[in-house]
């Protein structure tokens, strides 16, 4: 016997969910909805199925093919417009020259069909519908039938004063091919209010047969969340993928539960999804496959649909969660939170109850939501960010989106250029890099790959006459399970903002320049690449000047690509070196801290006697300084240092600083005839300052210093090498300097703005400082008669700094405190 599937449903009350995908695609317990209605019919024995379909019809012919694999036969009968349930069954015709059996493939049931196709031979039946008895039956049709089973009459989804049974319609009949006789052709025809009434009126034998088992219509959001929880009660008998861990909990193939997770009570757990280590998984929560739940995250009655990545100490509360949605650490969803297919929501961010977030859309950190976002898109994020194109590896890069922007990157240059790449040791940018080596050659450009190198090598290496730009891929500072995608200009700088909207464009528009076979690009490696660096750096300092300084060291390379190529050019120089983590490893570099580093380095200095320590960062670009004496320097500490010694030696007359550097170091040069140019606080900003003439140094407030007659760009390595040049030549010790130098009183507060009121923020603050000297080279800095504030929005983040200084630390908080206390006014 045959049967129809009815899949044409739009599903539009159950948008977000259906935004993209039709109804009877939306998982069950991590199945289609129609997949358990062909588990249905095939253990009734229906094994030749007609599916009816209309919106999204792809979806379910991509999924389910010709049925083989589900063990039965599937053709497909689609609509080119809406034809009711009685007109689509009618445009299947040809495929229906028996009885057969009609279902709707967006409905979850366990009914048992084989006794309603009994029951309709038994009485010789026209038509038989499939009834269940419930307890409100206003939102469907009410079926009244006399005992012997014959219908007396319909009620199209009456009010309580006509509810005069309580069994409904399911959308399941058994039907004599003769009904197509009474189904008119060519426009929309529903079964419930059109075909079955008039049957009723012409007297043909119209029966109802009441069923036991379970049956909901999942019609509603409510409803979605409800059939889990009936699923999982045991209440309808479905299939549910992967084996019972335990009483009520069952475990995906693939899957990883870490054993400090707990799960408490009935679950689902995908295949492939990994449950890291404090995760609490609360009773009715089903989770999809390849979803990663990170340690410390609180669910209870999700539903989290396949590829979802939930960050760190993430709540969900009755919540649904779209496929390959991503929540960042701290995330909340409150009750009845639906969000569609590849929403992001940053850190901290708060969804009220009942808020319903559309496909695609962004929800920034910080932000609570209390309204549901269906058009706008809530300032979504751009391609760059501060540091490049970052995000979780695998989730937010993956391969196909690095090859897509390397594709994009590719188009904005000239066919049959070249560009550099590298990356660092882990294996992530190795996969990565691999990627978008691909997508530059896709598009016609050749690719020099360094494979492992720091980034000041690859910088180096792009200002070479052969390359017309970079590419670097790393893990990020502080976040292991992140990378980050790095592009420089011809320059070895970062790409600007105009040349990063470029690519951007490209990218949002797939608008790729694809060559011919014979124009695709070539992969080579260039030769001695690190010898000409390492011959480079060499270059920029008096080797004889630092070999007679007879430095003792102790350098800890941080587990980077430095290693490569410091040992060589400290033994040129003459040093006698402790070299610490000489040797690139993912390992150590993912649990790489600046101070634990520094505190071991500083123990050596202090054991070995050495002049100086130093700390460089995996990437090469940052430097920690430990004078003689074992003190670790802070950031400000070292930028003085470097700044005081440097300025009696400048090729140049300006230092290039940020604009919220302690005003000492202006002091510090003045007696020098060095000038201070401030510039914004990124570091391409800084890096941008050095490329003039006149700037003969540049240093940041996080150990990053800047050689632009070396490298217009931050170099650990070549930083360290010309501070030993500058003792050597000062004649002094680094614990001498640092002992001469002012004491800095500095202060920083953080203060949370929504991103539609730091217009406002900054604004009313410069309307309110007319009375005083104003700085806006980066926010808004006030000169105080003793001190300095200054207010900045973050650009990635909710929130405004406002850095101080006073002539001590309590002044300096008090004016922190008092910037602070204005900004929160202003956005109460």
Same mark, same amino acid.
Request: hydrophobic share 45%; proline share 4%.
């Given at each position: 016997?045959?049967?129809?599937?009815?899949?044409?449903?739009?599903?539009?009350?159950?948008?977000?969910?259906?935004?993209?995908?039709?109804?009877?695609?939306?998982?069950?317990?991590?199945?289609?909805?129609?997949?358990?209605?062909?588990?249905?019919?095939?253990?009734?024995?229906?094994?030749?199925?007609?599916?009816?379909?209309?919106?999204?019809?792809?979806?379910?012919?991509?999924?389910?093919?010709?049925?083989?694999?589900?063990?039965?036969?599937?053709?497909?009968?689609?609509?080119?417009?809406?034809?009711?349930?009685?007109?689509?069954?009618?445009?299947?015709?040809?495929?229906?020259?028996?009885?057969?059996?009609?279902?709707?493939?967006?409905?979850?049931?366990?009914?048992?069909?084989?006794?309603?196709?009994?029951?309709?031979?038994?009485?010789?039946?026209?038509?038989?519908?499939?009834?269940?008895?419930?307890?409100?039956?206003?939102?469907?049709?009410?079926?009244?039938?006399?005992?012997?089973?014959?219908?007396?009459?319909?009620?199209?989804?009456?009010?309580?004063?006509?509810?005069?049974?309580?069994?409904?319609?399911?959308?399941?009949?058994?039907?004599?091919?003769?009904?197509?006789?009474?189904?008119?052709?060519?426009?929309?025809?529903?079964?419930?209010?059109?075909?079955?009434?008039?049957?009723?009126?012409?007297?043909?034998?119209?029966?109802?047969?009441?069923?036991?088992?379970?049956?909901?219509?999942?019609?509603?959001?409510?409803?979605?969340?409800?059939?889990?929880?009936?699923?999982?009660?045991?209440?309808?008998?479905?299939?549910?993928?992967?084996?019972?861990?335990?009483?009520?909990?069952?475990?995906?193939?693939?899957?990883?539960?870490?054993?400090?997770?707990?799960?408490?009570?009935?679950?689902?757990?995908?295949?492939?999804?990994?449950?890291?280590?404090?995760?609490?998984?609360?009773?009715?929560?089903?989770?999809?496959?390849?979803?990663?739940?990170?340690?410390?995250?609180?669910?209870?009655?999700?539903?989290?649909?396949?590829?979802?990545?939930?960050?760190?100490?993430?709540?969900?509360?009755?919540?649904?969660?779209?496929?390959?949605?991503?929540?960042?650490?701290?995330?909340?969803?409150?009750?009845?939170?639906?969000?569609?297919?590849?929403?992001?929501?940053?850190?901290?961010?708060?969804?009220?109850?009942?808020?319903?977030?559309?496909?695609?859309?962004?929800?920034?950190?910080?932000?609570?939501?209390?309204?549901?976002?269906?058009?706008?898109?809530?300032?979504?994020?751009?391609?760059?960010?501060?540091?490049?194109?970052?995000?979780?590896?695998?989730?937010?890069?993956?391969?196909?989106?690095?090859?897509?922007?390397?594709?994009?990157?590719?188009?904005?240059?000239?066919?049959?250029?070249?560009?550099?790449?590298?990356?660092?040791?882990?294996?992530?940018?190795?996969?990565?890099?691999?990627?978008?080596?691909?997508?530059?050659?896709?598009?016609?450009?050749?690719?020099?790959?360094?494979?492992?190198?720091?980034?000041?090598?690859?910088?180096?290496?792009?200002?070479?006459?052969?390359?017309?730009?970079?590419?670097?891929?790393?893990?990020?500072?502080?976040?292991?399970?992140?990378?980050?995608?790095?592009?420089?200009?011809?320059?070895?700088?970062?790409?600007?903002?105009?040349?990063?909207?470029?690519?951007?464009?490209?990218?949002?528009?797939?608008?790729?320049?694809?060559?011919?076979?014979?124009?695709?690009?070539?992969?080579?490696?260039?030769?001695?690449?690190?010898?000409?660096?390492?011959?480079?750096?060499?270059?920029?300092?008096?080797?004889?000047?630092?070999?007679?300084?007879?430095?003792?060291?102790?350098?800890?390379?941080?587990?980077?690509?430095?290693?490569?190529?410091?040992?060589?050019?400290?033994?040129?120089?003459?040093?006698?070196?402790?070299?610490?983590?000489?040797?690139?490893?993912?390992?150590?570099?993912?649990?790489?801290?600046?101070?634990?580093?520094?505190?071991?380095?500083?123990?050596?200095?202090?054991?070995?006697?050495?002049?100086?320590?130093?700390?460089?960062?995996?990437?090469?670009?940052? +430097?920690? $300084?430990?004078?003689? =004496? /074992?003190?670790? !320097?802070?950031?400000?500490?070292?930028? %003085?240092?470097? &700044?005081? *010694?440097?300025?009696?030696?400048?090729?140049?007359?300006?230092?290039?600083?940020?604009?919220?550097?302690?005003?000492?170091?202006?002091?510090?040069?003045?007696?020098?005839?060095?000038?201070?140019?401030?510039?914004?606080?990124?570091?391409?900003?800084?890096?941008?300052?050095?490329?003039?003439?006149?700037?003969?140094?540049?240093?940041?407030?996080?150990?990053?210093?800047?050689?632009?007659?070396?490298?217009?760009?931050?170099?650990?390595?070549?930083?360290?090498?010309?501070? +030993?040049? $500058?003792?050597?030549? =000062? /004649?002094?010790? !680094?614990?001498?300097?640092?002992?001469? %130098?002012?004491? &800095?009183? *500095?202060?920083?507060?953080?203060?949370?703005?929504?991103?539609?009121?730091?217009?406002?923020?900054?604004?009313?603050?410069?309307?309110?400082?007319?009375?005083?000297?104003?700085?806006?080279?980066?926010?808004?800095?006030?000169?105080?008669?003793?001190?300095?504030?200054?207010?900045?929005?973050?650009?990635?983040?909710?929130?405004?700094?406002?850095?101080?200084?006073?002539?001590?630390?309590?002044?300096?908080?008090?004016?922190?405190?008092?910037?602070?206390?204005?900004?929160?006014?202003?956005?109460?």
């Amino acid at each position: 016997m045959k049967a129809v599937i009815m899949a044409g449903g739009e599903g539009t009350r159950l948008r977000p969910l259906t935004s993209n995908a039709p109804k009877p695609m939306l998982p069950l317990a991590n199945r289609p909805m129609m997949e358990h209605i062909v588990a249905l019919l095939h253990r009734h024995g229906f094994d030749d199925i007609v599916v009816t379909v209309a919106f999204m019809a792809n979806h379910i012919r991509t999924y389910f093919g010709d049925g083989s694999e589900f063990g039965v036969r599937m053709v497909y009968a689609s609509e080119e417009h809406p034809l009711g349930t009685a007109g689509s069954v009618r445009n299947a015709m040809d495929e229906l020259d028996e009885r057969f059996l009609v279902i709707s493939g967006d409905v979850l049931t366990d009914i048992d069909l084989s006794k309603i196709v009994a029951f309709h031979e038994e009485h010789d039946a026209f038509a038989t519908i499939g009834l269940v008895a419930v307890d409100n039956p206003l939102e469907f049709g009410i079926v009244i039938t006399r005992p012997d089973g014959s219908i007396e009459r319909f009620l199209e989804k009456p009010s309580w004063g006509q509810v005069f049974s309580d069994t409904i319609n399911t959308g399941i009949f058994v039907l004599e091919p003769e009904i197509f006789d009474h189904i008119a052709a060519d426009r929309p025809v529903d079964f419930s209010g059109e075909v079955f009434p008039k049957l009723l009126a012409e007297g043909k034998p119209i029966f109802g047969a009441v069923a036991t088992g379970y049956w909901e219509d999942v019609g509603t959001l409510d409803a979605y969340v409800s059939v889990h929880r009936d699923v999982l009660d045991g209440k309808v008998d479905v299939e549910l993928a992967g084996f019972e861990l335990s009483d009520g909990v069952w475990l995906g193939e693939g899957a990883e539960l870490h054993p400090s997770a707990t799960v408490d009570g009935c679950a689902v757990i995908g295949p492939g999804s990994r449950i890291d280590a404090g995760a609490h998984i609360g009773a009715y929560t089903v989770l999809g496959s390849n979803v990663r739940v990170r340690p410390d995250v609180d669910l209870q009655r999700a539903v989290v649909h396949e590829n979802a990545y939930l960050g760190e100490g993430v709540h969900l509360r009755g919540t649904v969660v779209g496929r390959s949605c991503d929540l960042r650490r701290g995330a909340r969803c409150d009750e009845g939170v639906v969000l569609g297919d590849e929403c992001f929501v940053g850190e901290n961010a708060v969804i009220g109850a009942g808020v319903k977030v559309y496909p695609f859309k962004t929800v920034e950190a910080g932000a609570t939501v209390n309204s549901s976002i269906v058009w706008e898109s809530k300032g979504a994020r751009s391609l760059f960010g501060r540091s490049g194109v970052a995000g979780l590896a695998n989730v937010d890069i993956t391969p196909e989106l690095a090859a897509r922007v390397a594709m994009a990157y590719a188009t904005t240059l000239k066919k049959g250029t070249t560009v550099i790449t590298s990356r660092d040791s882990s294996r992530s940018a190795r996969m990565l890099k691999r990627a978008m080596m691909a997508g530059l050659n896709a598009s016609g450009v050749d690719v020099l790959d360094l494979e492992v190198a720091s980034v000041p090598v690859t910088r180096f290496l792009v200002r070479q006459p052969v390359a017309r730009g970079g590419i670097t891929l790393r893990l990020v500072a502080d976040d292991p399970q992140s990378v980050v995608f790095r592009f420089f200009d011809e320059d070895g700088l970062d790409l600007d903002s105009d040349a990063q909207r470029k690519v951007e464009r490209l990218l949002s528009r797939e608008d790729f320049r694809r060559v011919f076979a014979s124009e695709i690009g070539d992969i080579g490696f260039p030769p001695r690449a690190l010898e000409q660096y390492t011959a480079a750096l060499g270059e920029t300092v008096d080797r004889d000047v630092v070999r007679g300084g007879g430095f003792k060291l102790v350098v800890d390379y941080g587990y980077g690509s430095t290693s490569f190529v410091m040992p060589n050019v400290l033994s040129q120089l003459g040093a006698d070196v402790l070299g610490v983590n000489p040797y690139a490893s993912t390992r150590g570099a993912m649990a790489f801290d600046r101070r634990v580093h520094a505190e071991e380095v500083a123990r050596l200095v202090r054991a070995a006697g050495a002049q100086v320590g130093a700390v460089l960062d995996p990437d090469g670009e940052h +430097l920690t $300084l430990i004078d003689d =004496e /074992g003190r670790i !320097l802070d950031d400000n500490a070292s930028l %003085l240092a470097l &700044v005081s *010694l440097v300025a009696g030696h400048l090729v140049g007359d300006r230092i290039a600083l940020p604009v919220n550097v302690t005003s000492e170091a202006e002091r510090l040069v003045t007696p020098h005839g060095v000038g201070i140019e401030y510039t914004k606080l990124s570091s391409a900003a800084l890096m941008d300052a050095a490329t003039d003439p006149g700037v003969g140094f540049a240093g940041s407030t996080d150990g990053g210093f800047i050689l632009p007659e070396f490298l217009p760009a931050f170099d650990a390595a070549a930083s360290l090498v010309k501070l +030993l040049e $500058l003792l050597a030549r =000062e /004649g002094t010790r !680094l614990s001498a300097v640092v002992n001469g %130098l002012p004491r &800095v009183h *500095l202060a920083h507060e953080a203060v949370v703005t929504p991103w539609e009121q730091k217009g406002l923020v900054m604004r009313s603050l410069v309307e309110h400082s007319t009375d005083r000297r104003l700085v806006l080279v980066d926010g808004v800095k006030v000169l105080h008669d003793r001190g300095w504030a200054l207010a900045l929005p973050d650009p990635e983040q909710p929130v405004t700094h406002i850095w101080a200084e006073g002539s001590s630390d309590n002044e300096a908080r008090r004016l922190v405190q008092e910037y602070a206390r204005r900004i929160r006014q202003l956005i109460r």
